[in-house]
Nanobody, 115 residues
Framework: QVQLVESGGGLVLPGGSLRLSCAAS????????MGWFRQPPGKQRELVAG???????NYADSVKGRFTISKDNAKNTLYLQMNSLKPEDTAVYYC?????????WGKGTLVTVSS
C-alpha cells in the first residue's frame, strides 16, 4: 500500500515563493516516476512537473524557469520549489507516483497566490 501526503501549500503574495513536499510511505522503489499536477478552480488537472527514476525532469511551459522539481530517495519525499509565483498558479497541487504500472495520488494541497 502506497500513501502520498502533500504539504507546504498556503497563501502567498504574487512574486513570492513556496516549497511543496510529498511524503511517500509504503513500498517505494527508487526507480519510479513522480510528478506534480495542479487543478485550478473550475479547470482540469494539468501536469506541472515530472521526474523519472534516473532524475530526468520535465516542466509545463507555464512554469519553466520558475519551478524546480526534485526528490530525496532516502526520505521518499518529492519536492516542488515554486518561485516568482503568479495569481494564475493558484490551484490544488497533487503529487503522483507511478510504479509497477500503478498510479498513486495524494489528496492535494491548496496554493493561493493573491494580494
Amino acid at each position: 500500500q502506497v500513501q502520498l501526503v502533500e504539504s507546504g501549500g498556503g497563501l502567498v503574495l504574487p512574486g513570492g515563493s513556496l516549497r511543496l513536499s510529498c511524503a511517500a510511505s509504503g513500498t517505494i522503489f527508487s526507480r519510479n516516476s513522480m510528478g506534480w499536477f495542479r487543478q485550478p478552480p473550475g479547470k482540469q488537472r494539468e501536469l506541472v512537473a515530472g521526474i523519472t527514476g534516473d532524475s530526468s525532469t520535465n516542466y509545463a511551459d507555464s512554469v519553466k524557469g520558475r519551478f524546480t522539481i526534485s526528490k530525496d530517495n532516502a526520505k521518499n519525499t518529492l519536492y516542488l520549489q515554486m518561485n516568482s509565483l503568479k495569481p494564475e498558479d493558484t490551484a490544488v497541487y497533487y503529487c503522483l507516483l507511478v510504479q509497477n504500472g500503478m498510479d498513486y495520488w495524494g489528496k492535494g494541497t491548496l496554493v493561493t497566490v493573491s494580494s
